[in-house]
């Protein structure tokens, strides 16, 4: 990736009319608060534009990489030689028409629910404190409390890597336990649409309400994090499992095995990536070894090579 062929994309991105700034840390895009600097990183402003941006990226053999709100991803230290494209507040338009809420990748999950609070309209709840964008939690079928987003999903529309933008039913979607279809790459969520029913709105408020103290008691929101460090292995619970490895509380560095949710891998102020990969491999390795289960981990990963 030569500075010429940054500065081509850097231009065709303003030409969009969308905001650019270089050598950005990615530690200020992630909440773990961790990762090296990217050499351009692009606010997505329009999703005709950020289709011909993916192409011409693709088309330059450009890596990119498509970020949210960087909650379910880990990012090494030093320089990362990829663009980002950045789906955030100039991607979040949302609106609604008879009980479907039409919402762009960049949404908030908290801020589509509020809003379908206050449209009366119930079904969002489970996604109210789930700290992601739309876009992210689609492609990773983001649940919690009994709730996924298979289950309000009507479609979603993306681009290929050529530009070509399509609108996906929920039945080609190929939800699965953090999966969908998009999972595997390939596309560039650009927008969704969600259909709920008529609810109460002050029942949908207690709801938000009760699920938010849950998760401030049993969640170690205090610290930065990814969420759920490992995915749920089948026929058990990866908290569970660490829990009785004696694992709760290892540490290395600043990275830390949450002592208030053993599920939770945190950054207890100036972790490394390295560290938090060290905590991460010992838990790994423990847990195969005294239970002979293989955990995964929930977060992406990104590496400078």
């Given at each position: 990736m030569t500075t010429e062929q940054i500065n081509k994309i850097k231009e065709l991105a303003l030409s969009f009319g969308f905001e650019c700034s270089e050598n950005v840390p990615l530690s200020r895009y992630t909440t773990f608060g961790i990762g090296g600097a990217c050499p351009l990183m692009i606010e997505a402003g329009s999703e005709q534009g950020t289709a011909e941006l993916v192409r011409e990226m693709t088309s330059e053999k450009l890596p990119f990489y498509i970020i949210g709100k960087g909650s379910n991803l880990l990012v090494e230290d030093g320089d990362i030689s990829m663009i980002f494209l950045h789906m955030g507040k100039a991607m979040s338009d949302i609106s609604e028409e008879n009980g479907v809420i039409t919402c762009q990748a960049g949404a908030a999950l908290s801020a589509v629910s509020a809003f379908a609070r206050d449209k009366g309209l119930t079904g969002l709840e489970f996604a109210?404190?789930?700290?992601?964008?739309?876009?992210?939690?689609?492609?990773?079928?983001?649940?919690?409390?009994?709730?996924?987003?298979?289950?309000?999903?009507?479609?979603?529309?993306?681009?290929?890597?050529?530009?070509?933008?399509?609108?996906?039913?929920?039945?080609?979607?190929?939800?699965?336990?953090?999966?969908?279809?998009?999972?595997?790459?390939?596309?560039?969520?650009?927008?969704?649409?969600?259909?709920?029913?008529?609810?109460?709105?002050?029942?949908?408020?207690?709801?938000?309400?009760?699920?938010?103290?849950?998760?401030?008691?049993?969640?170690?929101?205090?610290?930065?994090?990814?969420?759920?460090?490992?995915k749920r292995p089948q026929g058990a619970f990866a908290a569970q499992l660490i829990e009785e490895c004696g694992l709760k509380g290892y540490s290395c560095g600043d990275a830390q095995v949450s002592e208030k949710h053993s599920g939770f891998v945190i950054n207890k102020g100036t972790a490394s990536f390295e560290d938090v990969m060290n905590v991460i491999e010992h838990v790994k390795k423990t847990v195969s070894l005294q239970k002979g289960i293989s955990l995964e981990c929930e977060p992406e990963i990104i590496r400078r090579g």
């Open positions: 109210y404190g789930i700290p992601g964008n739309i876009g992210g939690a689609v492609f990773m079928n983001a649940g919690a409390y009994g709730g996924e987003m298979k289950d309000v999903i009507v479609s979603v529309t993306a681009c290929d890597l050529m530009g070509n933008i399509r609108e996906f039913p929920a039945g080609e979607l190929d939800f699965g336990y953090r999966h969908s279809r998009f999972s595997a790459g390939g596309y560039v969520i650009l927008s969704a649409r969600l259909r709920l029913t008529a609810g109460d709105k002050e029942k949908i408020s207690e709801r938000m309400a009760e699920l938010t103290r849950m998760r401030k008691e049993k969640q170690p929101l205090e610290y930065r994090s990814a969420g759920s460090t490992f």
